[in-house]
């Protein structure tokens, strides 16, 4: 390929991880490149993107708060972008934007490459949270046969406008029944913001989960949360947050260069540091 030119653009932007992710990626696989963090404001979208086509960028990831409004400005979006209402990564093509939503497949293949014992099929699944990163965790189990998704989330009203993703599998707890949820289930996801750094504590006493089940906090800051370190305590399998946010790069990668990254050790590595 001719010399890679992408990038990530959000609002705020400094804070992105995926320059060290693309940059580790360009180096390793010797390509000629640069990947880097655009600020672009709300207001300015659709210019500024049009500014990217003119410079000759092969793509872009777009992170808080363009997922969603970039959409309409796509020429084509992938089914499963529509269906979780979020674009995260284009391909510019022939002047043209193709939209499509990684953060299923990061999400999928890091249990994966992690637990690859792990099948989802005819699993029950709990699902704390109801927010961007849950619709598409949500569609996620949808793909994978799972049979039971139970979602709990503060916000009631948000846990059932994610019914609509899987109709049949989904069913929503009261958030302050939570830990009733855990009983019988073989995969908890905390989606939630809490236990993060700087955020309030996640609340859940594990003793209802069996020790079978898996359980993945994609919360990524601190990456032994209180979770994981408590269902580690109890002998679950525990899977952390970080390999969810380096798997969801790769099939952008390989649309803009062709290439479908690893993910190893010296990168994740690197993105800790
Ligand atoms: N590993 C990865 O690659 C990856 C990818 C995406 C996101 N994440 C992480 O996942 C988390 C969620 O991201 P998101 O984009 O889904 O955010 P979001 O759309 O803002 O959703 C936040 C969720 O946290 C809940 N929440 C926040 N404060 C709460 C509180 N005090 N008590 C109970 N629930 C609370 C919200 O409940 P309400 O609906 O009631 O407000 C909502 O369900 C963040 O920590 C983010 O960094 C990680």
């Known amino acids: 390929m001719s ?3 992408a990038g990530v653009i959000g609002y705020p932007i400094h804070h992105s991880k995926s320059p060290i992710i693309h940059g580790h990626w360009i180096e390793e696989y010797d390509l000629t490149g640069t990947y880097e963090t655009i600020e672009i404001a709300p207001e300015n979208l659709k210019e500024d993107i049009q500014k990217l086509v003119d410079q000759g960028f092969h793509g872009f990831n777009a992170t808080i708060p363009h997922k969603e409004n970039i ?3 796509c020429d084509e979006v992938d089914e499963t972008a529509k269906a979780i209402g979020a674009v995260n990564t284009i391909l510019i093509k022939d002047r043209k934007l193709f939209g499509s939503n990684t953060d299923v497949f990061g999400f999928i293949q890091n249990i994966k490459q992690e ?3 792990f099948d989802f099929k005819n699993k029950r699944a709990v699902v704390l949270g109801a927010g961007g990163a849950a619709r598409a965790i949500v569609y996620a189990f949808k793909q994978e046969d799972v049979s039971e998704i139970i979602i709990t989330n503060r916000t009631r009203e948000k846990a059932e406008s ?4 899987a109709p049949d599998q989904v069913r929503i707890i009261d958030w302050e029944l939570r830990e009733y949820a855990l009983k019988g289930s073989d995969l908890l996801v905390n989606t939630t913001s809490l236990g993060m750094e700087g ?3 996640l609340e859940l006493d594990l003793t209802q989960l069996p020790t079978h089940a898996l ?3 994609i919360v990524y800051t601190p990456l032994m949360t209180d979770l994981l370190s408590d269902a580690k305590a109890q002998g679950n399998d525990i899977v952390t947050g970080i390999g969810m946010l380096l798997h969801q790069a790769r099939p952008a990668f390989e649309k ?3 290439i479908l990254p690893d993910v190893d050790d010296a990168l994740i590595k690197k993105v800790l540091s």
């Open 3 to 5: 010399t890679l030119k």
């Open 115 to 117: 637990v690859p014992h």
């Open 199 to 201: 955020q309030l504590a």
């Open 215 to 217: 359980v993945n906090d």
């Open 71 to 73: 959409m309409a400005l």
């Open 256 to 258: 803009w260069t062709g």
């Open 162 to 165: 994610l019914i609509e993703l």
